[in-house]
């Protein structure tokens, strides 16, 4: 499917002079949308190259990359592992609409302690995973390495050269560090922080020479997966004057950074600003039973 860049009318932005488009990144692919389909292209194309009938991978409960694994596996052909953080989840993931998606695509899940989790790059974990499913294809948590920002350097196109700030929302730093890659030496890219804390900045080094870039950490809203009702009630409403939904973990959060930056007069009058949309909708599901499970208001779907 074609991705459009749409734009947004709010009165925000128009009483501040700023115009707002997102890049519908989600509208790729039904099942690996966004970020994740990038990230994946690369990766598969190679697994497939060197003969490899397998591919395993690491996540959480609510995984994107988790479902998003599984789902191409299953379209191109792959066998699929998951090693899932959480031992808890053994008796309890048919409840865990993330997992029921991922498993309905052939993927196998591994629960293992958090613990144990920690332990997702040690050699010798590796070898045990080896020795307890064969040959596999290794695509790290989160898919990041550089196949994946390959693939997500092609996210921004010549097209989008006249957009003064590109956004985007920040997990384990790929998506961003394609993105900084591909983007125009004039351009700002601000990379908006789903984590709390500013470590993912070293990762993110790692993989770009460019200096036009910025990490913004105010808007994580306590840490990875928190969402309160403020949060839930700015994406409802995002949804019902745009039309376009949001993610509550990674493009939610984003959004509402970028709108409360334009609010506090961040940027400058004329200033064009491409936020991408990085997909993720799937997770909505999940985080809906969390919060009605706390009697807390729940996402539109």
Not at 125 to 153: M, R, W
Request: net charge positive; aromatic share 10%; hydrophobic share 35%.
């Amino acid at each position: 499917m074609k991705v459009v860049n749409q734009q947004v009318f709010l009165p925000i932005l128009k009483q501040k002079n700023i115009s707002l488009f997102i890049k519908r990144e989600d509208k790729l692919h039904p099942l690996i949308s966004g970020n994740k389909y990038r990230k994946l292209k690369y990766n598969l194309i190679a697994a497939k190259a060197n003969g490899s009938k397998c591919i395993l991978t690491f996540g959480g409960a609510y995984s994107n990359h988790i479902a998003a694994t599984a789902c191409a596996g299953k379209e191109y052909g792959f066998k699929t592992i998951g090693v899932i953080r959480g031992e808890e989840l053994r008796d309890k993931w048919r409840n865990n609409p993330t997992l029921k998606l991922a498993h309905k695509h052939g993927m196998e899940f591994l629960f293992v302690s958090r613990e144990k989790y920690r332990e997702k790059e040690c050699p010798s974990f590796l070898k045990s995973l080896q020795h307890d499913f064969g040959v596999f294809y290794l695509l790290p948590e989160g898919g990041t390495n550089e196949l994946a920002i390959k693939g997500c350097e092609e996210i921004l196109t010549d097209a989008d050269k006249e957009f003064d700030v590109v956004c985007c929302s920040v997990g384990t730093g790929g998506t961003l560090s394609g993105i900084i890659n591909s983007s125009r030496a004039e351009q700002q890219v601000l990379g908006f922080s789903a984590l709390k804390g500013d470590f993912i900045r070293e990762d993110i080094c790692k993989f770009v020479a460019k200096e036009n870039w910025e990490l913004v950490n105010g808007y994580h809203f306590g840490g990875y997966a928190r969402v309160n009702k403020e949060l839930v009630h700015f994406i409802n409403e995002f949804k019902e004057k745009s039309q376009i939904p949001l993610d509550p973990i990674y493009t939610g959060k984003m959004l509402f950074g970028i709108l409360d930056r334009v609010q506090k007069g961040h940027f400058k009058e004329n200033t064009r600003i491409l936020a991408i949309h990085t997909g993720g909708l799937q997770g909505i599901a999940g985080i809906n039973l969390t919060l009605g499970s706390k009697g807390l208001p729940m996402i539109h779907v």
